[in-house]
């Protein structure tokens, strides 16, 4: 199966028609427009408030034929290919250095034989990741912008080729939908963008059922992240550090002291993004100190 990226949405929401539907186990692609949607192709093409309306397209939403409401979804992901360039902006009022920005200019950056090429001295290799993969939420649709309990615009630099992300099901079907490629981004993307492409993501996604985990999840090779959202940074960071705990306790049978030491002393507080409507932040746990307590500490059952 492989869908195209006419089909992509701005929410996400229970009120949108599935384009596609896809069975657990079977692979799938999807094309993913950039976050301007395609809108800013050259240097000349400057970011302004007309952009406002058609930023952060998510391909789907995809039905996943036997997801029920509190299940979750492992989304695999096998693969993302990047087009041949990335888009970056910076903009007077936008990201954390917003306010010192004085001029609006858009880069170019060409992508060749999977290095990106930022300028003339700096050339470095991509390590694409994908900033927009959630469900439908709970309640009213919201913006694909805003990253929440349903994951979407999370913006975790995990997200990348042999991870697994892992999110609620409120809905039948889940809904899934995922957009917003970045070829490189930096914990913060303080600019306002990643290096923003067009691209094709390669995905599986298992049902989990009778499983109970602090959603959103991205497991890695190596990692374990609970990931959460706010508008305070400070919320943000408390909350993901809680999921964590309750991860700990839960899935790991730690008592709670010993859960709150282990990660004070094995795992890492991290900024995913400060430049969303919510910012989000994210707890890794090292698997590699996980295995006394499980000999294979994945997700994954
Ligand atoms: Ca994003
Ligand atoms: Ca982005």
């Given at each position: 199966m492989h869908i195209t990226?006419?089909?992509?949405?701005y929410a996400m929401s229970s009120e949108h028609k599935p384009v596609a539907s896809i069975k657990p186990g079977e692979r799938f692609t999807a094309d993913l427009l950039d976050c301007f949607s395609g809108t800013i192709k050259c240097e000349r093409d400057l970011y302004g408030p007309d952009h406002w309306k058609t930023v952060n397209p998510a391909t789907g939403p995809v039905f996943i034929e036997?997801?029920?409401?509190?299940d979750i979804l492992a989304v695999k992901v096998h693969d993302i290919r990047v087009a041949d360039y990335g888009i970056m902006i910076v903009h007077p009022g936008s990201g954390e250095v917003g306010d010192s920005i004085r001029k609006t200019e858009t880069r170019v950056i060409p992508i060749v034989d999977g290095q990106m090429v930022f300028s003339d001295k700096v050339r470095v290799p991509v390590n694409p990741m994908i900033g927009v993969i959630g469900t439908a939420p709970k309640g009213a649709s919201i913006p694909t912008g805003k990253p929440g309990e349903h994951g979407s615009n999370m913006d975790c630099k995990l997200i990348t080729a042999g991870s697994t992300v892992y999110l609620p099901v409120y809905h039948e079907g889940g809904l899934l939908a995922m957009g917003d490629i970045h070829a490189l981004m930096g914990d913060g993307e303080v600019c306002v963008t990643g290096v923003e492409c067009n691209g094709t993501v390669e995905l599986e996604v298992s049902v989990l059922k009778g499983v109970t985990l602090p959603t959103p999840i991205v497991e890695t090779d190596d990692l374990i992240a609970t990931v959460a959202a706010h508008a305070d940074l400070d919320i943000a960071a408390h909350n993901a550090t809680k999921k964590m705990l309750t991860l700990l306790e839960k899935r790991f049978g730690m008592k709670r002291n010993e859960a709150a030491m282990w990660m004070s002393a094995f795992a890492d507080l991290r900024i995913c993004q400060v430049v969303n409507p919510l910012k989000t932040c994210r707890m890794e746990a090292p698997k590699s100190a996980l295995t006394p307590y499980d000999a294979n500490p994945s997700l994954c059952f």
């Open positions: 990226s006419e089909n992509h949405v036997g997801a029920e409401k509190g």
